[in-house]
């Protein structure tokens, strides 16, 4: 009994660990994403569609290299495989993030930074991290 209560606590902590080192990795491609989308929108005076597109593929490649090295270390299964179910993941958060940002700043009416940062939060915890954890980087 002792024995399966110590399982699951190191089984959490992993996982906690796991999520923690995710946010991290999100974190640091969210950076990257809103510099990006900055640059397109303000710089270059792209549409909001254009600038939010640009600012996740480039955050999505940084992503998937540091959740696949760091936070998951996901390593036992082909790389091919995994990019193909990533894929998956990142082009349900492309257009989670995308359509979320256009309905806030067009439909609502609220600032695109704050639009843009509040949906990737959303998407970032509700469908990123989940399928991230299940379905891309699973052992």
């Not at 989670?96 to 256009?102: A, F, H, K, V």
Request: aromatic share 14%.
């Amino acid at each position: 009994m002792a024995k399966k209560i110590l399982q699951l606590n190191e089984k959490k902590k992993v996982s906690v660990m796991q999520f923690l080192k995710s946010e991290l990795s999100s974190l640091s491609s969210s950076i990257i994403d809103l510099s990006v989308f900055t640059l397109c929108s303000v710089v270059f005076h792209f549409n909001i569609i254009v600038s939010t597109s640009a600012g996740v593929i480039v955050g999505g490649v940084v992503n998937f290299l540091m959740n696949r090295n760091f936070a998951f270390k996901s390593f036992e299964q082909k790389k091919s495989h995994q990019v193909a179910r990533y894929l998956i993941v990142w082009c349900g958060s492309l257009l989670l993030n995308t359509y979320g940002t256009y309905v806030f700043v067009e439909k609502l009416g609220i600032n695109k930074f704050v639009s843009r940062l509040g949906t990737g939060l959303i998407v970032r915890f509700a469908w990123n991290f989940p399928l991230l954890k299940y379905f891309v980087f699973k052992k």
